[in-house]
């Protein structure tokens, strides 16, 4: 079991962007089970990158957003990584890209992982692996994805689930903090669960990459669009998080009455709900952003502390449980303590 105790981290502050263009599931067409779907996902609407916006360019907004609020010199942010699926270019990675866009020192380290829905609490872990020393002192935590660009519009399956963030997360070496308990897993026997065949070097881009095929009534995507099996993903996610939150508890002796919220990637409403009910968790402990936001994969949790409970985290301090699973197959849960965090008003990116 992959179980680690980082102390001497701190998490100092979050900020979170959106595209500004908002695209209600009730007007789209052709989808007659529409109200079936979002009463079932608890999704109303998604929040949707032109196509000249780049996940990037919403984690960038946020990073310089949260920076000026924490009032942090630039020059003594000495780490930088960025978590997400949809990059700026294959290659090169696109984290030295954003040191550079945000005018931090060349002696900054960086480094992307591509890992979508538990990115976060990986990306956590990483960066306070790195940190725990005192040899990093501050750096930063770059999350988002743009979904939506890898959805089929007729895709009655993905399309209407995902939407688009980017945020940044602050954090900071502090000498006997608590700091960050984790429980990491992976299965990659469950890889095609969610999937985009072509486009990469298992199955590059060819001729037939762009052939629209239709799957079922309401379904027609190419192999350059996102695949999602719904079934295997639900029966997955209801099974593993609990899993993985109750290891997580058991191991580390945690009183899971004393937890003030408990942040779960937002897949869908009712896999969450079933996730909540079997650990016992009240509805208050459980905030949720899918009705304005949907599915923002790696950012999902991030967004939710920001967009859902900033008016508790900014004062006092809050014990906390963060759980994300799903693409990979791949999971992760966190327990960590904020205290008055800096949280910046949610940004809008034009």
């Known amino acids: 079991m992959a179980f680690l105790h980082i102390k001497n981290v701190a998490l100092k502050g979050i900020a979170a962007c959106v595209p500004s263009n908002i695209e209600e599931n009730r007007a ?106 005192g040899s990093i002192k501050k750096a930063l935590l770059l999350v988002g994805d743009t979904s939506s660009k890898v959805c089929s519009v007729d895709d009655k399956s993905t399309y209407p689930l995902f939407g688009d963030a980017g945020t940044a997360t602050a954090l900071e070496y502090c000498e006997n903090d608590e700091g960050f308990q984790f429980h990491l897993g992976s299965d990659g026997s469950g890889h095609n669960a969610i999937i985009i065949q072509d486009g990469a070097y298992r199955s590059p881009y060819n001729g037939n990459s762009l052939d629209v095929k239709a799957v079922e009534d309401g379904i027609s995507r190419n192999n350059l669009h996102l695949t999602l099996d719904g079934m295997d993903v639900f029966s997955f996610g209801i099974s593993k998080a609990p899993e993985t939150v109750n290891l997580l508890l058991q191991k580390f002796e945690i009183d899971k009455n004393n937890i003030d919220y408990f942040y779960f990637h937002q897949a869908n409403m009712m896999m969450n ?78």
């Open 28 to 133: 789209i067409t052709g989808n007659p089970d529409i109200e079936k779907l979002i009463k079932a996902t608890g999704i109303e609407r998604r929040h949707v990158a032109s196509t000249q916006t780049c996940t990037s360019d919403l984690c960038f907004k946020a990073a310089e957003k949260l920076i000026d609020e924490l009032n942090w010199d630039r020059n003594e942010i000495e780490g930088l990584i960025f978590i997400s699926q949809t990059p700026d270019y294959i290659l090169p990675a696109t984290s030295p890209i954003l040191q550079q866009r945000l005018n931090l020192p060349k002696e900054c380290f960086t480094l992307d992982i591509s890992l979508g829905c538990s990115g976060y609490i990986h990306g956590l872990s990483t960066l306070a692996a790195y940190m725990q020393s």
């Open 273 to 350: 709900d079933r996730i909540r009910k079997k650990l016992g968790l009240p509805v208050e402990k459980v905030p949720t952003s899918l009705k304005d936001f949907g599915n923002t994969s790696s950012a999902s949790i991030p967004l939710t502390m920001v967009t859902e409970t900033a008016a508790n985290l900014r004062k006092g301090k809050n014990e906390i449980i963060a759980c994300g699973f799903g693409v990979g197959l791949s999971w992760g849960t966190a327990r960590f303590y904020t205290k008055d965090l800096t949280i910046p008003d949610l940004i809008y990116y034009e």
